[in-house]
């Protein structure tokens, strides 16, 4: 796996294993504020409720109803959406600024189909809640079950074409460009999970939210590449791309994974 990388090292593709790391703490801290304060936050908002509290695996509402439950999912899926279209309109811009891009398309759009599926299997989550009353009761499970894995396969095989521009020749391998899917996968599973250390409202949702929407939704960047080349994803030609080291990307991360874990894990009350 690349290391460190300069402009002058002449390495095609060169990658820098550190800004990799810190773009993924960004665009995971954002998804997840998407989901929490935009989502649940703006349904509650929009309801007519009060925001109780806030942190980085829970949203408490004044109000409860199956718009709100709903409302964190739909931001993430509307925002990787607008990513997605952003992605296309940022061709000539820097590596690294699509690179984000990307990841946050990427993440927005598996943990909202992630949970659609992850609600129908065990009944369990926003959707459960969603769907809680409705009868029959298997209909709905069945239905959130089998949507939530169409999606989720569509959000990988989208993913995997939009990424084919930032992979080298070296990477059209089964299970290649791993420093760009399985470190950001991994690095948003240890933010999350050490955010969510430090939640307030109890040990349960350490698994049950925080690493549910990180190691459990965003799972298919572990194995997403071994797609790559298929007839799922045919393989095209990309011309050179550098994510090289940029201590504005490493100083943004760090401010960043101190808010998240500091400020939003331990939570806000609002008065």
């Given at each position: ?100 891009v990307w990841l946050l398309m990427t993440v927005n759009l598996l943990q909202a189909a992630g949970y ?135 100083v943004a991360a760090l401010v960043t994974a101190a808010i998240f874990i500091g400020v939003l894990g ?6």
């Amino acid at each position: 796996m690349p290391n460190r990388a300069t402009a002058s090292d002449g390495i095609p593709g060169a990658r820098d294993l550190a800004t990799i790391i810190a773009i993924s703490i960004v665009a995971f801290a954002i998804a997840n504020v998407l989901h929490e304060g935009a989502g649940h936050g703006g349904a509650c908002w929009l309801s007519g409720g009060h925001a109780n509290a806030i942190s980085s695996v829970h949203f408490d509402c004044s109000l409860d109803s199956r718009f709100i439950s709903a409302g964190g999912t739909l931001v993430n899926a509307i925002a990787g959406l607008l990513c997605w279209i952003a992605l296309r309109r940022l061709r000539h811009a820097g590596g690294r600024l699509r690179y984000f891009v990307w990841l946050l398309m990427t993440v927005n759009l598996l943990q909202a189909a992630g949970y659609f599926l992850f609600s129908g299997v065990a009944n369990f989550g926003d959707w459960a809640d969603v769907i809680g009353g409705l009868s029959p009761v298997w209909m709905w499970r069945a239905a959130l079950t089998v949507f939530g894995a169409v999606s989720y396969l569509l959000a990988i095989r989208l993913a995997l074409l939009e990424l084919r521009p930032f992979l080298a020749e070296r990477d059209w391998r089964p299970g290649g460009a791993k420093d760009l899917t399985v470190v950001p996968y991994i690095t948003g599973g240890v933010l999350y999970t050490v955010a969510g250390i430090f939640n307030p409202v109890g040990m349960i949702l350490i698994a049950a939210s925080a690493a549910a929407s990180s190691f459990g939704g965003t799972s298919g960047m572990a194995w997403m590449t071994q797609c790559l080349g298929i007839k799922f994803v045919p393989k095209v030609a990309a011309p050179r791309f550098d994510l090289l080291r940029s201590q504005g990307w490493l100083v943004a991360a760090l401010v960043t994974a101190a808010i998240f874990i500091g400020v939003l894990g331990r939570g806000l009350r609002f008065p």
